[in-house]
């Protein structure tokens, strides 16, 4: 049973720094990439940033590059969100996610797998 586990989320200050955790079980994800979506209250699903789990290539949406930091622990079958930098517009449900191929993709849909979900609040 393939598993995402998501935790880091909590209230943050305007300014200040988060990590997100994502652990994975369930198989192996060598073929598989590795994402971060959110969802703000009453806004659809977006695309954060994405990493192959194999070579470790990264991806950003354009709109968060310079504050989100994407990595990945093979040995501890985790992925990583680094974000700095806060402001009130990311609070959000942020959520792990997983795609078997090497192409990128952005949309909700496109996923086989989803975690529950980590709230992060950010207060101003």
């Known amino acids: 049973q393939v598993q995402l586990v998501e935790s880091g989320g909590g209230l943050v200050q305007a300014g200040g720094s988060l990590r997100l955790s994502c652990v994975v079980s369930?198989?192996?994800?060598?073929?598989?990439?590795m994402y971060w979506f959110r969802q703000a209250p009453g806004k659809e699903r977006e695309f954060v940033a994405a990493?192959?789990?194999?070579?470790?290539?990264?991806y950003y949406v354009d709109s968060m590059k310079g504050r989100v930091t994407i990595s990945r622990d093979i040995g501890k079958n985790t992925v990583y969100l680094q974000m700095n930098s806060l402001k009130p517009e990311d609070t959000a449900v942020y959520y792990c996610?997983?795609?078997?191929?090497?192409?990128?993709?952005?949309?909700?849909?496109?996923?086989?797998?989803w975690g529950k979900g980590t709230l992060v609040t950010v207060s101003s």
């Open positions: 996610a997983a795609r078997r191929g090497l192409s990128w993709r952005y949309t909700e849909g496109a996923m086989d797998y």
């Open positions: 369930g198989r192996t994800f060598s073929g598989y990439a």
């Open positions: 990493i192959n789990w194999r070579d470790g290539s990264i």
